[in-house]
């Protein structure tokens, strides 16, 4: 199935259960469906099983958003307490799309205790209280964590996914390996057809050695190593170390969730000469969760670092936000800037990441998954630098090989019944669908709802920082929302004639000015109002904020 399918299944409603390989566009495809909610007035709650994946999709652990904590059984006494919280309550009542990524980490008995929580607030007895379910992930990279001694079950062993059925979308396209022979590899290790031919490749690249073997990241399956290691590869420069502490705001109790799950650390010791790795997102600037480089300097003004990549761009390392938002408003905001020492890191926090070249350590892995993610955030077999290898790192979890056959076989069935469908049904289904969340179908030229009047204070109060010349960044700083919610509220106010298209362009800086006729090229060329097409079109050259600014002043 492509990404597009799984991205129609999803605007129908359905429950689903989104995987694929690592590369596949599981995360692209689930950032597609987000936007494709908000531009209709729907908010998803986004969620995750662990906080490092939280913070990748910029959402909160599923074991927060629910109140659920560490608990993996509820008796009925702690159900009723979690559900008699007033915030709980109002969160989950307030949310129509419940979004669960890297499924793979969350046990069957903490699923289950979720599905519980949603269905006695909603008093609802469908599954998760009538919300719609999108399950991420996939189930080859790494399990559920075990308590207490005792190995956890599988997400898709518990009661609830059966009661749930989801939906199946296992996603075939491959956009991170363009290397057909180490494909093989990964392609034998989850159907578990590993023959003498991919030990051979995997074999043949231990002991191999790189001319530039400090720059490349290792990952090891410990904290022990990594600590270690890039302590003492700091404290061999002889440049002078600067300092960068992270800032928070917000609730306690969730900034300390977000630090938690931010790969940068709360204080960042560096040197000129440094190996470090970008830890966010921001194509625009050059880099992805994953871009290596080496620190050449400190601007003079800010003193902030400057990264030169492996591929010789220049890039200075501002300070970005990681943040928990509800309904559009942040609840909790670390600052820091995006980088981390990066001459190792451990497999867990690589999972997400992608590689050009990686140097692992595999003979001390310990659990089904490990070495599989570690393999499969490198791009190509030639950046590929085995150390070591156990028996253990090249096994899947033998359960999990048949299992993902099934899943395989449901999803071509799903794919084949749903290309019967006529387009004119499908768009009945997902205005039905829309129309069930309390969404609105009908989109203004901008792709936003029209202007309600019982949105009207918050809009109204928005309307009135903008009429006294307040900019979109302090505006969200004064009302403590996102700056992509106060654009939200500025497109609904033009398309309601409560502000002028032309009295917007204030908010476009020189760079984003010089940068509209070809944005507004995409939009006309694509003969569409959509984020993603415009998004991918200009290969992310260009925010979705920067996006909508362009598109708000598109005559």
Known sequence: MNQDTAFSICKT????????EPGSGKTHTINRYVEYLRSHGIEPAITASTGIAATHIGGMTIHSWSG?????????????????KSYISKRIKKTSVLIIDEISMLGANTLSAVDLVCKRVRENEEPFGGLQVILVGDFFQLPPISHGGQSSHFAFESETWTTLTPTICYITEQHRQDDKE???????LRS?????????????????????SLEITKLFSHNVDVDRINSAELEKLSSEESTFQMASTGSKKLVATLKKGCISPDSFSVKVGAVVMFTKN??????????????????????????????????KAEPMDWTIEENGAIKAKITQVPLRLAWAITIHKSQGMSLDAAIMDLSTVFEYGQGYVALSRVRRLSGLYLLGCNDHALLVHPDIIEKDQEFRTSSI??????????????????????????????????????YKESH???YDETLALFQSGKSIKEIAEKRNITEGTVLSHIENLVSSDKIKRSDTMRCINP????ALPTIHKSFRALDTTSLSPVHENLKGQYSYNDLRLARMVLK
Do not use: W
Request: charge should be neutral; include cysteine; aromatic fraction near 8%.
């Open 13 to 20: 409603g359905a429950n689903v259960f989104l995987t694929g």
């Open 413 to 450: 069935e799903t794919e084949d019944g749903f290309g019967d469908s006529l387009s004119k049904d499908l768009q009945k289904k997902y205005d039905g669908f829309i129309i069930a969340c309390g969404g609105n179908i009908k989109e203004s030229k901008y792709q936003k709802a029209v």
């Open 182 to 188: 180490f494909l093989s590899v990964l392609n034998a």
């Open 282 to 315: 921001n194509p625009k600037s050059g880099f992805v969760n994953g871009t290596l480089g080496k620190i050449i300097g400190f601007d003079d003004d800010s003193g902030y670092p400057i990264v030169q990549t492996m591929k010789g761009q220049r890039i």
């Open 511 to 514: 760079t984003l000015k010089k």
């Open 68 to 84: 659920i904590g560490i608990k993996e059984m509820l008796s009925n006494i702690e159900l009723g307490h979690i559900a008699g």
């Open 456 to 458: 009207g204070s918050t």
């Open 192 to 212: 578990g057809k590993f023959d003498e031919e991919h030990i051979c490749h995997i074999q043949n690249r231990m002991g191999q050695h790189s001319e530039n």
